[in-house]
């Protein structure tokens, strides 16, 4: 008796994971303080001037998510991403030769956001979808743990070829990378609907009717603007970003400030984080298809709060400061998860890519404002601890907002036509 096949969405989940890895947001957020030491050393520039650079980064790609909504939901996940990973790839390889001025540092991590949007889990949110339905959240929760494992990979690998080769080369090698391994593999394996690849549509939420597509089903986006869940699950994103990036931008230059390791020690401590990244999001991306959201959801969310209650106590990398950057890294896993499963699960198909462009660009608002805000209050205390506090409520805050969400309507669940 032969084997059963391997469903071909899957192909399509391990490409977008790979993918992933080296989308604009993971490239550039994950490796933004290495990079910033890097140029200290080579040019003098503080941190509080750079860190303007993350925030110009976030605020681009902010601007350009609703033009990538757009986009997908008129030329397909597929030709979205092919369009990005080539863009993004020429911008980095040209950002090796051409960052030569705090001026132009701004520049090209504008141009970053802007371009990288094209890249990041946005532009797959449909396809995958269109793909998944009664394993949707373990299938999201797999490809997006890619940004995990980039987060992984890329601090320690972009530290150990800027102290061997220097900093333009780790650019260089970045572009390398989409162009040898992303590129291909979004050609061969993303694929817009099972119809599109001649396959039939194998994970149905109703088993009876596998061998049949589904239709789109849901709400527009002026029916989701009428949803109570639409804004408190804006406002939740936007508190997610805040806090998560106000401490990924500045996590570096606090813990050189406080003496509490070595930068390889610290590139260290945020692979570590990116590989619980992983976890959490395939551990979240289970429990999210079996238990309530919003509980599920609020679990994931405090482990940021407990990972910054250790955060006010680490002077030196050892075992506490691990601990701080698996429930760190945990937390954001989940977090990733929870937006994309929020939107599928409360607005349906119809116009997923547009309603999760209004929530992407909450988080990413919150994002931008979370790092010069971090760094303002930073410069303001003698202490971190009012800053990390500061967190720390917000953090609560969100999860609050999560558990007043009521049940989801079915509507994101296909419809099949009758016999």
Same mark, same amino acid.
């Given at each position: 008796?032969?084997?059963?096949?391997?469903?071909?969405?899957?192909?399509?989940?391990?490409?977008?994971?790979?993918?992933?890895?080296?989308?604009?947001?993971?490239?550039?957020?994950?490796?933004?303080?290495?990079?910033?030491?890097?140029?200290?050393?080579?040019?003098?520039?503080?941190?509080?001037?750079?860190?303007?650079?993350?925030?110009?980064?976030?605020?681009?790609?902010?601007? =350009?998510?609703?033009?990538?909504?757009?986009?997908?939901?008129?030329?397909?996940?597929?030709?979205?991403?092919?369009?990005?990973?080539?863009?993004?790839?020429?911008?980095?390889?040209?950002?090796?030769?051409?960052?030569?001025?705090?001026?132009?540092?701004?520049?090209?991590?504008?141009?970053?956001?802007?371009?990288?949007?094209?890249?990041?889990?946005?532009?797959?949110?449909?396809?995958?979808? =269109?793909?998944?339905?009664?394993?949707?959240?373990?299938?999201?929760?797999?490809?997006?743990?890619?940004?995990?494992?980039?987060?992984?990979?890329?601090?320690?690998?972009?530290?150990?070829?800027?102290?061997?080769?220097?900093?333009?080369?780790?650019?260089?090698?970045?572009?390398?990378?989409?162009?040898?391994?992303?590129?291909?593999?979004?050609?061969?394996?993303?694929?817009?609907?099972?119809?599109?690849?001649?396959?039939?549509?194998?994970?149905?939420?109703?088993?009876?009717?596998?061998?049949?597509?589904?239709?789109?089903?849901?709400?527009?986006? #002026?029916?989701?603007?009428?949803?109570?869940?639409?804004?408190?699950?804006? #406002?939740?994103?936007?508190?997610?970003?805040?806090?998560?990036?106000?401490?990924?931008?500045?996590?570096?230059?606090?813990?050189?400030?406080?003496?509490?390791?070595?930068?390889?020690?610290?590139?260290?401590?945020?692979?570590?984080?990116?590989?619980?990244?992983?976890?959490?999001?395939?551990?979240?991306?289970?429990?999210?298809?079996?238990?309530?959201?919003?509980?599920?959801?609020?679990?994931?969310?405090?482990?940021?709060?407990?990972?910054?209650?250790?955060?006010?106590?680490?002077?030196?990398?050892?075992?506490?400061?691990?601990?701080?950057?698996?429930?760190?890294?945990?937390?954001?896993?989940?977090?990733?998860?929870?937006?994309?499963?929020?939107?599928?699960?409360?607005?349906?198909?119809?116009?997923?890519?547009?309603?999760?462009?209004?929530?992407?660009?909450?988080?990413?608002?919150?994002?931008?404002?979370?790092?010069?805000?971090?760094?303002?209050?930073?410069?303001?205390?003698?202490?971190?601890?009012?800053?990390?506090?500061?967190?720390?409520?917000?953090?609560?805050?969100?999860?609050?907002?999560?558990?007043?969400?009521?049940?989801?309507?079915?509507?994101?669940?296909?419809?099949?036509?009758?016999?």
């Amino acid at each position: 008796m032969s084997a059963r096949p391997v469903y071909r969405g899957w192909h399509m989940v391990g490409a977008v994971l790979v993918a992933l890895m080296l989308c604009g947001t993971t490239t550039i957020v994950t490796t933004f303080g290495i990079v910033t030491a890097h140029l200290t050393r080579a040019f003098g520039w503080s941190q509080g001037a750079m860190a303007s650079a993350l925030s110009l980064f976030l605020l681009a790609t902010t601007l =350009a998510v609703p033009v990538v909504g757009i986009a997908v939901d008129r030329f397909g996940s597929r030709r979205t991403a092919m369009a990005g990973t080539l863009a993004f790839a020429a911008l980095l390889a040209l950002a090796g030769g051409g960052i030569t001025s705090l001026r132009g540092l701004m520049v090209f991590y504008a141009l970053f956001g802007a371009v990288g949007a094209f890249t990041n889990p946005i532009v797959y949110i449909k396809a995958l979808s =269109a793909w998944f339905d009664r394993r949707r959240g373990f299938a999201l929760g797999l490809a997006v743990a890619g940004q995990g494992v980039g987060g992984a990979i890329l601090p320690m690998a972009v530290e150990s070829i800027s102290e061997a080769f220097g900093w333009r080369h780790a650019f260089h090698a970045l572009a390398a990378g989409l162009i040898l391994l992303v590129l291909p593999l979004v050609a061969l394996f993303v694929r817009d609907d099972p119809a599109e690849a001649g396959v039939p549509f194998a994970d149905a939420a109703d088993p009876v009717r596998i061998d049949q597509p589904a239709v789109s089903s849901g709400l527009t986006v #002026a029916q989701a603007l009428r949803t109570r869940a639409f804004w408190i699950i804006i #406002a939740v994103f936007l508190l997610f970003g805040m806090t998560s990036y106000a401490l990924t931008a500045n996590f570096v230059a606090l813990m050189l400030q406080r003496g509490a390791g070595t930068l390889p020690q610290i590139a260290m401590l945020s692979s570590i984080a990116g590989v619980a990244m992983i976890v959490g999001r395939l551990v979240f991306g289970w429990l999210l298809d079996r238990f309530p959201v919003p509980i599920v959801g609020a679990g994931g969310v405090l482990c940021a709060a407990a990972a910054l209650g250790i955060l006010l106590r680490i002077d030196s990398i050892g075992v506490s400061a691990v601990t701080m950057s698996v429930l760190m890294g945990v937390a954001m896993g989940a977090e990733t998860d929870l937006l994309s499963i929020l939107v599928g699960r409360y607005f349906g198909q119809r116009a997923i890519s547009r309603i999760y462009a209004w929530h992407n660009v909450s988080f990413l608002l919150g994002a931008a404002m979370g790092p010069p805000l971090f760094a303002m209050l930073l410069g303001r205390f003698a202490s971190a601890d009012i800053p990390i506090l500061t967190l720390i409520a917000l953090v609560i805050l969100s999860a609050a907002l999560l558990l007043l969400l009521r049940s989801p309507r079915l509507v994101d669940r296909p419809r099949y036509p009758s016999s």
